[in-house]
C-alpha cells in the first residue's frame, strides 16, 4: 500500500509554505489553516491505515511511514503552536502513541522509524495535557520503559526513550505509575558520577527524575530506598569535577531532585541525616558570585530553607504587647481571618501583593449582582439622628457674623500669619528652597500667577528638576555643608558646642518628655539649659510647625499605654531636602546572600550572640550611656518596636508590635535608635512582617532622621539604607495563636544603614511619620494663618474615638462677600466636596498628601480662590487617630480594619466611622451630597499615584456578564477626574486606575458612599510608598514634598472638573478668565478633555511589578514548578534530528562507569 500522490505533495507544500502562515492577510491565513487541517486529517488517516497491515519486511511499509512522519514533523516545526493543538483535537497522540506501541511489541523494532517517532511524540505530548494518561491505557508507558532498558548500553536510542519518559512524567499520576514499574532504578542506573561520555543523556535522565519526583509516592518511595544519600554523593562528585561548570544543568537537575523530596518531612529528615544543610550550604557558597550558577544557586536556596526547621517568633505571644478594653473587643489573641488588602486592582501588585491597596483578584470576586449594583439600600439608622449633624454645617443656616473666625490667646494673629499663607505645596518649593518657588504669591496684577502656570511652564521644569536630582543622604549633606554650616550656609558652630557640650544628654534631647516645659527634664541643670538653647538657636523656620504648640497637643493626647515621650522628630519639625533621591538600585544577589547568612546562623550558632537589648514584654539589662550594643526605644506617639535582640556586634533583630487587640498586620515601625559609632554599617532584620512582597524589593528604602542633623540645622527625614531585601522567612506563629492561621508566614526586611555621628540619636521609619499630634498642631495653625478676609475655615469634632481623642472635622470655604441676602444665598447654596484619609494608621503617606490639600486650600493662589467661593470643602483628615496614635499599621483599637465597617458601622464601636457615614448621608438627605468623595490611601506594592472608582458596566465587563448591561444606563462622568489627574499631576498615572466592585470591597467607604449615598465620582487615592516608574518623577523616590504637591494638583483637578462639567456657571468661567491667564486654562480645558494620554511626557505604565529575578519560592508544594520549557526541548529535539549525536561514536562500547562516591 502506498499514499497517494496527491496527498503525500499537498503535505509536503504546505508544510514549506508554512512558515508564513502568521503574516499575511487574514483571508491567507484562514486558507492556510483549513490546507493544514485538510493535510493532517489525510496524514492521520493514512498512518492508522498503515499500521493496520503494517509488515516492516515490506521496505515500501516503512518508507510510506517514515514519508509521514517527515511530513508532520516539518508541519509541525514551522507556524504556530495552533498546529500542534489541531493534531491534538484531531487524535494525533492516539496515533502516535498506537504506532508507537505497535512497532516496539514487533520481535526486532525498527529505530529508523521509532527515533523520528519518539521525536515527535515528545514535541506533541509537552502539548497534550492528558497525553499521560493516554499513554497508560495504550499501554506506552510499559513499551518505553522495556525499550529503555534495551538501550542502556546505546546512549542515541536512550536519549530519545528519555525525551518520551519526560513528557509522560509531566503527569504526576503517570508519573507515579512509572515509579511503581521501576522508573527511578532505570534512571539512577543512567545517572552516573562524574564523565564526560554520555552527557547529553545523562542530564536528559537527571530531567525525567525530576519530574518523577513530583509524584509524592515517588519522593516517598526514594527516601525509602536511600536515594537521598545518592542524589547528594553524586552532585557533590559533579561539582567538585566540573570546575569548568560545563555541565550545570546536570547538577541543577540533581537538585532539582532533591528539591521535591524534600517537599515531604522523611525527606527533609532524610537529607538533614546525611548532612544535606553543610553540603549545600557550602556548594551554594562557592556558586553565589557566579551569574552561570543562578539555576544551581537557586534551588539549592530552595532546598536550604525548605530543610531549615521552622521555628516560633522569639515573642512571648504573637498578640499585641498592647490592650484596651474596648467595647465589643474580643481580646483573646487569636487571630482572625486575614483581611483582604486593599489593593483595589493591591495587588498585593506587585500580586506580589500592599496599602489601601486592592489586590488584583479572580473574575469571580467582581460583583455581578444588578440589585446590588444599582439598588440603593435605606437608611442604616432611625431618620431623625441625622438632626445632630446640622450642628457640623453651621455654613447652611449661621450669619456672618456668627461665622467670624475665633484666635485662641496663645498665639497672636502677626505672629501665625508668618505661618505662610502664601505656602503652596510644590515638589519644588518646600523649606530648603522656598524662596524659589513662584507658586501662590499674590500680584498686584489682574491676572494673578497660580498653580496652573506652574503645572504648564513646569512640566519641562519639573522634569529638568527631577532630572538632577541625586541621592541626597546625611554623609553627603556632611560633605556638603560642612560641621560648621547648615544647608542655608548659616553658622552653627554655636549649635556644635552645644551639642558637645551636652553629648552626655543627647537621649534626653532626643525623646522629650512631654510635659509643659522644656525645662521640667528630670536632668542636670546643664542640660536643661543646653536644650532651651537648642530650642531658641533653631536655625531654620518649618512651615505650619512649632514645638512648643506640638507639645501642648501631645499632652492631650490619649494613648493605650500613656506614652510620656514625644519622638523628636515630630517635636522639632521635619523640613523635606532640596532634592529628590533616586530609587535604591538592587545588587545582585543580596537576597542570596542574605538567606545564606540566616543558614550559617542555624548551623554555626558559637558567633551568636542572641542577646535582648530592648523589649515590651520582659525585662533586660538597661544599657549604660557607655556600652557595646544599640540602645533602642519605641514609647512614643506613632512608635512601633517591640524587641530588639542583638544577634552580632553589628547586626540586630528587631520585631514589631502587632496592631492593639489583634496578632497580625506587622508592617508599619518606628523606633529611636542611638549609641551608634559612625561609618559603621550597622545591619536591622525585621522578622515578622507579613506581607507577601513589598516595594522595599523594588528600590524603596525606609526613612531615617538624625538628632545631631537637625540640631546642625538639617531636620529632615531622608531615605537610607543599602542592601535591602524583603523575603520569607522560617518562622511561624506561635502554637497558642495558630489557630485561624494554619499556614501563615512571615517575612523579613533586612536593610543596613550607616550612621553620620558617633553616639547620635537617630529614628527610623517605615515611611515619613505624620502623627495625630502633628496633624491637632497643623490644625491649629493652619487656623491662626489665615486671613479672615477671604478664608472660612472652622475646625470641629466629629466625634470621640474609642481612646478619647477628638476626630477633627474641617470645613473649608470662602466667606459671602457681604451680609445681603444674594451673597448669604450663594455661600448657603455651594456644593460639597468630601475628603478623608488616614483610616489606616500605617499609610502616613495619605496624611502628607492631606497636608497639602489643606495647605493649598487656604492659601491665595487665584485657584486655591476660586474652590472656596464655589465649594464647601468638608475634610476629616485622620479617621483613626487611635490607630495613629499607638502606632497599628492598619487597624482600631478593637483590633479591626475601619475601612471595612462602612456598611453597617455601629457608634459605640466605630465611631469616626458612624459618624463620617452620617454626615454624609445628612448631606445627601438635604440635597447637597457631595460632587466628589475621595479617601486617600497608601499603597505598598505599586508605584505612582493612582484611583479607584465605582462603574457597574465596567465590572459586569469585566466579568464577561451581559445580563442588563446593554440596557444599563450610567454616568461616565467617574472617569473625568483621574482623565485631569493624568494631564496634570507628575505623580499620576491613569494607567493604574480602576473602576471595578468586588464583593470583597462591598463594606469600604469608596463602595458604600457610591452605592448607599449616590456619589457617582466616589474614589480611593492610592500613593505608593515608593516612588514613580512614569513621568517626571521616573526613578525616584516620593519625599513628603512631593506627596504634598499630589495633594495640591488635586485640588487643582476638581477646578478644572467644575469648569468642564455642563453645570459650571458662566460667573466661575468668567471669573476664572479673568483671575488667571487666558491662555493657560484655554491650553488645559483642551488638554485634559483629550481622550487619549500624553505619550510624549509619560512612560510605558508598568501595572505591577514583576516577580522579583532572585526570588525565592518556599512553597511546599512542588507542583509549584513552572511548566516545562516547549522551547528547551524542542530545541534539544531539532539539534538531534538534524546531526549525529556527539556521544554516538563511542556507541558499542558500553558504559565505563565509576562506582558512586562514598563519603
Not at 114 to 136: E, H, N, Y
Not at 395 to 407: G, I, N, Q, R, V
Not at 1077 to 1100: E, M
Amino acid at each position: 500500500m502506498e499514499i497517494r500522490e496527491p496527498e503525500l505533495k499537498l503535505c509536503k507544500i504546505h508544510g514549506k509554505s508554512a512558515s508564513d502562515d502568521d503574516k499575511g492577510s487574514q483571508d491567507e491565513n484562514v486558507e492556510i489553516l483549513a490546507t493544514f487541517a485538510q493535510a493532517t486529517s489525510v496524514l492521520l488517516h493514512s498512518l492508522s491505515r498503515y499500521l493496520s497491515v503494517l509488515s516492516l519486511q515490506n521496505s515500501s511499509d516503512k518508507a510510506s511511514i517514515l514519508a509521514i512522519l517527515q511530513v508532520l514533523s516539518d508541519l509541525l516545526s514551522v507556524g504556530t503552536d495552533r498546529r500542534i493543538y489541531y493534531m491534538i483535537s484531531k487524535g494525533g497522540s492516539e496515533a502516535l502513541l498506537q504506532t508507537l506501541v505497535d512497532t516496539a511489541r514487533s520481535p526486532s523494532p525498527d529505530y529508523d522509524i521509532l527515533l523520528p517517532l519518539f521525536r515527535l511524540m515528545a514535541k506533541v505530548g509537552l502539548r497534550d495535557k492528558k497525553f499521560g494518561q493516554k499513554a497508560l491505557e495504550l499501554e506506552a508507558l510499559d513499551v518505553t520503559l522495556i525499550l529503555a532498558r534495551k538501550n542502556l548500553s546505546h546512549s542515541h536510542n536512550l536519549l530519545h526513550c528519555l525525551w518520551a519518559l519526560r513528557v509522560f512524567a509531566s503527569s504526576v499520576t503517570t508519573g507515579a505509575m512509572l515509579g511503581i514499574n521501576g522508573a527511578m532504578e532505570l534512571l539512577f542506573k543512567v545517572i552516573s558520577p562524574y564523565t564526560r561520555k554520555h552527557t547529553r543523556t545523562i542530564r536528559a535522565a537527571t530531567e525525567v527524575l525530576a519530574a518523577l519526583l513530583k509524584s509524592k509516592s515517588n519522593s516517598r518511595r526514594a527516601v525509602n530506598r536511600g536515594f537521598v544519600t545518592s542524589l547528594l554523593r553524586l552532585h557533590q562528585d559533579w561539582h567538585s569535577h566540573d570546575v569548568t561548570d560545563t555541565y550545570v544543568l546536570i547538577r541543577h537537575g540533581l537538585l532539582l531532585c532533591l528539591r521535591h523530596i524534600v517537599t515531604l518531612r522523611s525527606g527533609r529528615e532524610a537529607f538533614l541525616a546525611a548532612n544535606g544543610m553543610e553540603t549545600l550550604f557550602s556548594i551554594a557558597q562557592t556558586c553565589l558570585d557566579k551569574k552561570s550558577m543562578e539555576p544551581v544557586t537557586s534551588v539549592a536556596l530552595q532546598i536550604l530553607r525548605q530543610c531549615y526547621p521552622e521555628s516560633p517568633l522569639p515573642l512571648v505571644t504573637d498578640t499585641s504587647a498592647y490592650t484596651f478594653p474596648a467595647p465589643g473587643s474580643t481580646s483573646s489573641g487569636l487571630p482572625q481571618a486575614p483581611p483582604e488588602e486593599d489593593f483595589e486592582d493591591d495587588g498585593e501588585e506587585e500580586i506580589d501583593k500592599d496599602s489601601d491597596v486592592e489586590a488584583v483578584k479572580e473574575d469571580d470576586d467582581l460583583e455581578t449582582d444588578m440589585n446590588k449594583l444599582s439598588s440603593k439600600p435605606g437608611l442604616d439608622r432611625p431618620e431623625e439622628e441625622l438632626a445632630q449633624y446640622d450642628a457640623m454645617c453651621p455654613e447652611l443656616s449661621c450669619s456672618f457674623e456668627e461665622l467670624e473666625p475665633k484666635y485662641g490667646d496663645d498665639l497672636t494673629l502677626k505672629d501665625t500669619l508668618y505661618a505662610s499663607r502664601n505656602h503652596v505645596p510644590s515638589a519644588a518649593s518646600q523649606c530648603f528652597n522656598r524662596e524659589h518657588s513662584s507658586w501662590g504669591r499674590g500680584s498686584e496684577d489682574t491676572v494673578h500667577t497660580s498653580i496652573l502656570d506652574t503645572v504648564k511652564s513646569g512640566k519641562s521644569r519639573i522634569q529638568l528638576f527631577s532630572k538632577q536630582r541625586h541621592l541626597t543622604n546625611v554623609n553627603q549633606s556632611i560633605k556638603q555643608n560642612g560641621l560648621g554650616i547648615d544647608s542655608s550656609g548659616h553658622d552653627t558652630s554655636g549649635i556644635q558646642a552645644s551639642l558637645e557640650e551636652a553629648a552626655c544628654d543627647i537621649e534626653s534631647i532626643s525623646c522629650p518628655r512631654i510635659t509643659s516645659s522644656f525645662s521640667n527634664f528630670p536632668e542636670p541643670e546643664e542640660s536643661k539649659e543646653a536644650a532651651e538653647k537648642l530650642l531658641h538657636t533653631h536655625p531654620k523656620h518649618i512651615p505650619f510647625h512649632d514645638p512648643h504648640l506640638y507639645m501642648a497637643h501631645a499632652m492631650r493626647t490619649r494613648s493605650a499605654v500613656g506614652f510620656e515621650m514625644m519622638a523628636f522628630p515630630d517635636f522639632w519639625g521635619h523640613c523635606p531636602p532640596p532634592t529628590a533621591q533616586p530609587m535604591l538600585n538592587r545588587k545582585w544577589g543580596v537576597q542570596r546572600i542574605k538567606i545564606l547568612e540566616d543558614v550559617r546562623r542555624f548551623l554555626q550558632q558559637s558567633d551568636v550572640i542572641n542577646k535582648v537589648v530592648f523589649s515590651l514584654d520582659e525585662p533586660w539589662p538597661v544599657q549604660g550611656p557607655v556600652s557595646d550594643c544599640l540602645r533602642f526605644d519605641s514609647k512614643f506617639e506613632s512608635g512601633n518596636l517591640r524587641k530588639a535582640i542583638q544577634v552580632r556586634e553589628f547586626e540586630y533583630d528587631l520585631l514589631i508590635n502587632a496592631d492593639v487587640n489583634s496578632s497580625q498586620h506587622q508592617q508599619w515601625f518606628y523606633f529611636k535608635v542611638s549609641g551608634m559609632r559612625a561609618a559603621t554599617p550597622y545591619r536591622f532584620n525585621v522578622l515578622n512582617c507579613e506581607k507577601p512582597n513589598s516595594q522595599f524589593n523594588y528600590g524603596m528604602q525606609p526613612t531615617l532622621y538624625s538628632v545631631k542633623e537637625a540640631l546642625l540645622g538639617r531636620p529632615a527625614w531622608i531615605r537610607t539604607g543599602s542592601e535591602i531585601c524583603y523575603y520569607k522567612n522560617h518562622y511561624r506563629p506561635n502554637a497558642a495563636t495558630m489557630e485561624g492561621a494554619s499556614g501563615k508566614r512571615y517575612y523579613t526586611l533586612t536593610f543596613a544603614v550607616t550612621f553620620p555621628h558617633n553616639e547620635d540619636a537617630c529614628y527610623l521609619a517605615y515611611h515619613y511619620p505624620y502623627t495625630y499630634s502633628s496633624l491637632m498642631t497643623h490644625l491649629e495653625i493652619l487656623e491662626r494663618s489665615i486671613d479672615p478676609r477671604q478664608v472660612y475655615f472652622r475646625q470641629d469634632s466629629l466625634c470621640q474615638t474609642l481612646g478619647g481623642n477628638p476626630c477633627p472635622l474641617v470645613t473649608i470655604t470662602a466667606f459671602p462677600e457681604s451680609n445681603s441676602a444674594q451673597h448669604l444665598e450663594q455661600f448657603r447654596c455651594r456644593p460639597y466636596q468630601v475628603i478623608t484619609a488616614r483610616v489606616h494608621p500605617g499609610e502616613s503617606n495619605a496624611s502628607w498628601v492631606m497636608k497639602g490639600t489643606l495647605e493649598f486650600l487656604i492659601s491665595s493662589d487665584p485657584v486655591a480662590k476660586l474652590l472656596r467661593e464655589n465649594f464647601v470643602f468638608k475634610i476629616i483628615p485622620m479617621l483613626n487617630p487611635d490607630g495613629v496614635i499607638n502606632g497599628n499599621h492598619r487597624c482600631s483599637l478593637r483590633g479591626e480594619d475601619l475601612n471595612r465597617q462602612w456598611l453597617l458601622p455601629q457608634a459605640h464601636l466605630q465611631p469616626t466611622i458612624y459618624h463620617a457615614k452620617g454626615l454624609l448621608h445628612y448631606l445627601s438627605s438635604i440635597g447637597r451630597g457631595p460632587v466628589v468623595f475621595c479617601d486617600f490611601h497608601g499603597h505598598s506594592q505599586k508605584k505612582n499615584v493612582f484611583l479607584y472608582g465605582c462603574s457597574m458596566k465596567e465590572t459586569l465587563w469585566q466579568a464577561g456578564c451581559t445580563v442588563g448591561g446593554a440596557a444599563l444606563l450610567e454616568d461616565v462622568s467617574y472617569r473625568m477626574l483621574p482623565k485631569i489627574l493624568d494631564k496634570l499631576a507628575p505623580a499620576f498615572t491613569m494607567s493604574s486606575c480602576s473602576f471595578l466592585v468586588e464583593k470583597s470591597r462591598a463594606s469600604t467607604a469608596r463602595v458604600v458612599v457610591w452605592r448607599e449615598i449616590g456619589v457617582s465620582r466616589s474614589y480611593t487615592m492610592e500613593s505608593s510608598y515608593c516612588g514613580c516608574n512614569q513621568g517626571p518623577y521616573q526613578g525616584l523616590q516620593f519625599g513628603t514634598s512631593e506627596l504634598e504637591e499630589m495633594g495640591a494638583m488635586f485640588c487643582l483637578g476638581l477646578f478644572i472638573l467644575e469648569l468642564k462639567s455642563a453645570s459650571c456657571s458662566h460667573e466661575l468661567l468668567a471669573q476664572a478668565t479673568t483671575m488667571l491667564n487666558a491662555d493657560v486654562l484655554d491650553h488645559y480645558l483642551q488638554r485634559c478633555g483629550s481622550s487619549s494620554s500624553n505619550s510624549n511626557s509619560r512612560s510605558t505604565e508598568v501595572d505591577d511589578e514583576p516577580c522579583c529575578m532572585e526570588e525565592i519560592n518556599y512553597s511546599a508544594d512542588s507542583s509549584s514548578d513552572p511548566e516545562p520549557n516547549f522551547t528547551e526541548l524542542d530545541r534539544q529535539i531539532q539539534e538531534c534530528a538534524f546531526q549525529k549525536d556527539e556521544e554516538e561514536k563511542e556507541e558499542g562500547t558500553g558504559w565505563r562507569r565509576r562506582s558512586i562516591p562514598q563519603s
